[in-house]
């Protein structure tokens, strides 16, 4: 079975004049290497596309995969997760995680969170600042915490995202507006444990692979997991794996999440508990970074005992399902193109 890769490599968009915190959320190439080795111990052919640019290429010159294995990011717009998911469909080219409605829906938090609201599940109440002009609009009892709405990574986000006073909101919110040139999801602020779940599986079929709290080293950039605590996640935040109570509780939320916004093979979701120990969904990645040694899920998946090849097993599986799904007409009509 022949396997592209599509990505978006770091160093691509540095070498072009783009910023470090701009490309935070793309891939190292030892991402890339780990992906492609993992899929040939499992027995598949690989072949590397790159980004949506070489996708489109090869596309047009008559390419075609069995499947595409996709942690494209994208550059530009709300929508950019769903740009290379969106692209393959047009070819009924199936591909790993989710579709592009869930992309574009989940990378925009306050949209997400009006879903999770919807589906009767806790999360923070909140408020979309738009303009400057909506700053003295929001309604919420301080402290809030304030970041970007369609950024990751902790893009956007230092201690001075939970914000105690309108001022600091008028200053918080004014510089994140001027600097991402997007909405800012302003939210009541949480005072609990953080939890990262990892999950696999798409439907009834998805589960939950393990619960890791989040706990800030006392060098770290204190009571957020920001950007910096995340790109210096080694010096300055530990990880637990736990299984008490309050994170049963956080599994049964994220289950709930994940199933009800229809996300697909594997990802993660992040919870923060209330000042009543209840766990809340703060926000979901459905396309969650993948890097052996530096990403929530298998540093989570590592530490409850699945190694990287089984997870990649995992991930496979549930997308492979799709492929058997589709009827041998379409199939055929793919393969003749």
Request: glycine share 8%; charged share 25%; with cysteine.
């Amino acid at each position: 079975m022949k396997i592209g890769l599509t990505y978006d490599l770091r160093q691509d968009y540095l070498d072009l004049g783009y910023g470090e915190e701009e490309t935070a959320e793309f891939d190292r190439v030892d991402t890339v290497e780990a992906i492609e080795r993992t899929l040939l111990v499992l027995g598949y052919e690989t072949d590397r596309i790159g980004n949506i640019w070489s996708l489109t290429k090869r596309l047009a010159d008559g390419e075609r995969w069995d499947l595409v294995f996709n942690i494209a990011e994208g550059l530009r717009g709300i929508g950019r997760e769903a740009q290379v998911p969106a692209l393959l469909d047009a070819y009924d080219i199936p591909y790993t995680f989710s579709d592009p409605l869930v992309m574009a829906l989940t990378l925009h938090k306050g949209m997400t969170k009006r879903v999770i609201r919807d589906l009767g599940i806790p999360t923070p109440d909140f408020a979309e600042v738009g303009s400057e002009a909506d700053i003295d609009e929001v309604n919420l009892p301080f402290p809030v915490f304030a970041k970007p709405i369609a950024e990751g990574t902790g893009k956007g986000i230092t201690p001075a995202s939970k914000i105690s006073s309108k001022k600091e909101l008028r200053s918080v919110c004014g510089r994140l507006l001027r600097e991402y040139r997007q909405p800012v999801l302003v939210e009541t602020f949480l005072p609990g444990r953080e939890f990262t779940v990892g999950l696999v599986g798409t439907g009834k079929h998805a589960r939950v692979v393990g619960v890791m709290e989040v706990i800030l080293k006392p060098n770290a950039e204190k009571d957020v997991y920001s950007y910096v605590n995340k790109e210096r996640c080694e010096e300055f935040v530990g990880y637990l794996p736990v299984n008490d109570l309050m994170a049963k509780k956080a599994q049964e939320v994220a289950l709930a999440s994940w199933i009800g916004l229809g996300c697909r093979d594997a990802g993660r979701i992040d919870l923060r508990a209330d000042a009543n120990g209840v766990p809340n969904f703060m926000e979901v990645n459905p396309l969650a970074g993948i890097h052996p040694e530096h990403s929530d899920l298998p540093i989570l998946c590592k530490l409850v005992g699945i190694s990287y090849h089984q997870l990649f097993e995992m991930i496979m599986n549930s997308a492979l399902e799709r492929v058997q799904a589709r009827t041998p007409s379409r199939v055929q009509a793919a393969g003749a193109r």
